[in-house]
């Protein structure tokens, strides 16, 4: 495997497993509440912005990383109560437009709570580079990958071994049934999307390192990570892993062999294949409600 | 009946131009006309946006690049290959109509969170083209645009400039206005009302889907060869998400299915940030609160809302 | 020729066999009905018929034509109208505009002419008008001209469809449970206005539970049962046929026999 090659695909993996997270995040609100949050992206940036200036206030990064998690959770909640919640039943117009608007205040308020400038975090164990045959790695990469792994196993478990966890499975098949084995749906939601708002979060911290953060990170790691859960297959958390993991090593080939000037429009030009030919993603159940 | 009809029809109209005609009395500067004209503009993408959305009930999260299309054909045309600026605005129309028809033939199969998403997806791909293509489009910092002319006379100041959009604007709406009221646009409503019921009776379904995302595209694509014209230069934020986020939330706040609706949410959501300037941070916050508040707690928008309440209950 | 015929048709959705080897043929002008148990198959005959289905064996002639496999809107050109069970009215449209909506297959589509309004245009819109007016006092519903079509209750939206599908001039009408739902008196009227219909010479085939609905306008009644056609007779014939009373009514005589 040539050296050139390995980069590409570690850049790919690093980035897939950023836009996993994201797309997980799409999938769990996804599943609970059949709304597509796009807002999603600005969980991302919260939890960036938020340790970025939690640290520079002097906690230590563990500590602000930690309030910066809890913070962009509680802004999910908040999102959930006051957008989602209201909305109960609205046409998918409406719900689009809401979490669009939602996505536009959150963007509005990180500028006036923050600034508008870009930011970086300190890569948390140094950057002095790992060389893999021939590629060289960021140990921010390990640390994105490692957490990411660790992440999806926590959540494997707890989906499947948790009472809360199959609670919200099950509501994701039916609400209706779950209603009436008496779970509380609306717990459930809740806490959805203060779960959805967390990883998002984790995801916008440990990306920062390497691609910094600002108020307007969220809009594309948003729609990228929107890409990656389609492509997966909207509704399926494995789906999203792969799909991120896929997404992000097509990404960095194409932006390495074919055309860098275009890397952000590979995720589009996937999606748009995704709908057109295989609606149900790669994992997918249920096609697109075509006609 | 059809008395009624028409005149609520000819009255809306009628108002539309006695608030056209007379607004300039109100102008102290150029910069009132710029306003009217940037409204106008916006006006008439929505008009076309709100018969795919409100009225065909279809969604577009990508219109803005169909209207940067239109923008870019003219001013390439015009600036770099010197055509004149009325046969490069017919030209730029054909090529974003042709471009929607094939594009949408796949696209409008999808529906509901599927359709959004691709075109998003395409909209976003365009404005990336856009930019990234310098050679011809001077990249991200735009490029100018000549000014319009037709048989060497141009168009120039702002009284000639309202005028001319002003009576766009009443053309677009009395198209849109004619269409609704006909077995085409009955088809169409007929689709958005009960999809099923309709291709029972003969309404066929993935044309009259595909004709009306291409007639809304060429709304978008006029409006935005005449906007590059009149700013005298174009920039690919102009094809951008934003944007277009922008044109969806003008035709829902005005109110779909509402032609008015949509000229009067055009109205109200280019002069909101003008208004704001003096809170130019908050602009996107309040953008944000206007987007959800709207959907929150009058989902059917402005005019159809306004318009219950007052017992009209007739929809224009 | 016969108006419709079906040659062996079967429709499958996975596993389930909803329809399984059903023909038939329609002569012009009849009244046929189809009865059978809940889950026999009855409305995806139907659907099958008009091309909201397409079946996964056997044919579908219109007037000789085969339409097997072909998009609802081709089945509306060639004749062919429906009602549904579960109402598709427009409820974004007034009451008359539901009606005009079933002139489609008539009427000009072109958007372009549609927009500009020439005074030809001008002249047919108003003509249709008229004729959906019309229609609608032909099924009893002259008191909700003016009326959008939420306005309407149930009973009254049951006639609305059959007066939109007759705005299409129908070759044959098919009627999905027109009385579901509907209180004595206004089931009555039903079997008025089909048996009005009958006389203009037009061709209905309709779906019903209600026996005394069925017993009296049906010149020919199709029996259907888990899919699959069990008789096919006068009603004389089919009341009596002692698998029909067995798959339908069970062992007792039936309480409303007419």
Redesign the interface.
């Known amino acids: 495997m040539s050296a050139e090659f390995l980069q590409f695909l570690l850049a790919g993996l690093t980035a897939g497993a950023i836009y996993a997270l994201v797309a997980l995040g799409f999938t769990i609100i996804y599943n609970a509440s059949h709304v597509?949050n796009f807002a999603q992206g600005e969980f991302v940036m919260i939890g960036g912005m938020a340790t970025v200036s939690l640290a520079a206030a002097g906690l230590p990064l563990p500590a602000a990383i930690a309030a910066a998690v809890l913070a962009a959770a509680a802004v999910g909640l908040a999102l959930e109560k006051f957008?989602v919640e209201?909305?109960r039943g609205?046409p998918?117009?409406?719900?689009?437009?809401?979490t669009?608007?939602?996505?536009?205040?959150?963007?509005?308020?990180a500028?006036?709570v923050w600034d508008k400038k870009i930011h970086a975090l300190k890569p948390f164990s140094g950057d002095a580079p790992i060389r893999i045959g021939g590629a060289t790695l960021a140990p921010q990469s390990l640390w994105v990958l490692g957490v990411t792994l660790v992440i999806v196993l926590v959540l494997a478990w707890f989906f499947n071994r948790t009472l809360l966890g199959k609670a919200l499975l099950a509501t994701s098949h039916n609400r209706l049934a779950a209603q009436l084995v008496g779970i509380n749906v609306r717990r459930v939601l809740l806490v959805s999307f203060g779960l959805s708002a967390a990883l998002g979060a984790i995801a916008g911290i440990l990306t920062a390192p390497i691609t910094f953060t600002s108020w307007d990170v969220g809009?594309m790691l948003g729609?990228k990570g929107?890409?990656a859960a389609?492509l997966g297959g909207?509704g399926s958390g494995p789906g999203a892993i792969v799909g991120g993991l896929a997404l992000g090593i097509v990404e960095a080939m194409g932006a390495g062999y074919v055309s860098s000037?275009?890397k952000?429009?590979i995720a589009?030009?996937v999606?748009?294949a995704v709908?057109?030919f295989l609606?149900g993603g790669l994992l997918g159940r249920g096609g697109?409600?075509?006609? | 009946m059809l008395a009624r009809l028409a005149s609520a029809r000819t009255g809306g109209l009628g108002a539309l131009i006695v608030v056209l005609a007379l607004a300039p009395l109100a102008f102290t500067n150029n910069y009132h006309y710029e306003i009217a004209i940037l409204v106008a503009l916006n006006a008439v993408t929505c008009v076309g946006l709100n018969l795919l959305?409100g009225y065909a009930g279809q969604?577009s999260?990508g219109h803005a690049g169909f209207f940067g299309l239109g923008a870019y054909g003219s001013a390439i045309l015009t600036a770099r290959y010197g055509w004149p600026p009325l046969a490069a605005l017919v030209a730029a129309t054909a090529g974003t109509a042709l471009l929607a028809y094939v594009v949408g033939r796949?696209?409008l199969?999808?529906?509901?969170?599927?359709l959004?998403?691709?075109t998003?997806?395409?909209g976003?791909?365009i404005s990336?083209?856009l930019v990234?293509e310098e050679r011809f489009t001077g990249g991200p910092d735009g490029m100018a645009v000549p000014p319009f002319s037709v048989a060497g006379v141009a168009l120039a100041g702002e009284r000639a400039w309202y005028a001319a959009c002003a009576v766009m604007l009443l053309a677009a709406v009395w198209l849109a206005l004619n269409l609704i009221d006909s077995p085409a646009g009955r088809a169409l409503r007929a689709l958005h009302g009960a999809?099923i019921g309709a291709q029972v009776s003969g309404v066929d379904?993935?044309r009259a889907k595909l004709a009306v995302f291409v007639l809304s595209a060429v709304f978008a694509s006029v409006a935005g060869s005449v906007a590059a014209h009149y700013a005298g230069f174009i920039t690919p934020a102009k094809a951008g998400?934003f944007h277009s986020?922008e044109l969806?939330?003008m035709v829902?706040f005005g109110g779909?299915a509402s032609t008015f609706g949509a000229v009067a949410g055009a109205a109200a959501l280019t002069l909101l940030p003008q208004l704001l300037t003096v809170f130019k941070?908050?602009?996107?916050?309040?953008?944000?609160?206007?987007?959800?508040g709207?959907?929150?707690f009058m989902?059917k928008g402005l005019v159809p809302t306004l318009a219950a309440r007052f017992g009209n209950g007739r929809r224009t | 020729m016969s108006l419709l015929v079906a040659q062996g048709l079967s429709k499958a959705f996975g596993g389930v066999h909803a329809v399984e080897e059903v023909s038939f043929a329609v002569e012009p002008g009849a009244v046929v009905s189809i009865i059978g148990p809940n889950g026999a198959g009855k409305t995806t005959l139907l659907n099958l018929l008009c091309g909201i289905y397409r079946p996964s064996a056997g044919r579908i002639l219109v007037e000789g034509r085969d339409l097997t496999g072909r998009p609802p809107h081709e089945f509306a050109a060639a004749g062919v109208a429906r009602t549904f069970q579960n109402l598709q009215v427009f409820f974004n449209m007034t009451a008359l505009e539901n009606v005009m909506v079933g002139r489609h297959r008539h009427e000009r589509r072109s958007l372009a002419a549609a927009m500009l309004r020439p005074p030809a245009l001008a002249r047919e819109e108003r003509a249709a008008r008229a004729e959906a007016a019309e229609l609608m006092r032909f099924v009893g519903l002259a008191d909700w001209l003016e009326a959008p079509a939420d306005a309407l209750p149930y009973g009254a939206l049951k006639r609305l469809e059959i007066a939109r599908a007759l705005a299409a001039r129908p070759k044959v009408l098919l009627l999905d449970e027109p009385a579901a739902g509907l209180n004595p008196v206004e089931t009555q009227e039903v079997n008025a206005l089909i048996t009005r219909l009958a006389a203009r010479g037009i061709t209905v085939l309709l779906v019903e539970h209600n026996m005394r609905l069925v017993m009296g306008v049906s010149d020919r009644i199709l029996v259907l049962d888990y899919g699959r056609k069990l008789a096919e007779g006068g009603a004389a014939e089919v009341r009596t046929d002692p698998r029909v009373i067995e798959a339908y009514l069970g062992a007792e005589e039936p309480a409303d026999a007419v």
């Open positions: 597509i957008a209201p909305a609205a998918v117009v409406t719900l689009i437009i809401i669009i608007g939602a996505s536009i205040l959150l963007r509005g308020l500028t006036l809009i729609l929107f890409a389609i909207l000037a275009y952000d429009a589009f030009v999606l748009l709908l057109f609606p697109a409600e075509r006609v | 959305i969604i999260l796949p696209i199969r999808l529906k509901g969170h599927y959004a998403m691709a998003l997806g395409m976003i791909i990336i083209i990234t999809e379904a993935a998400f986020i969806v939330t829902v779909m941070e908050y602009e996107m916050v309040m953008m944000g609160a206007v987007m959800m709207t959907m929150i989902p």
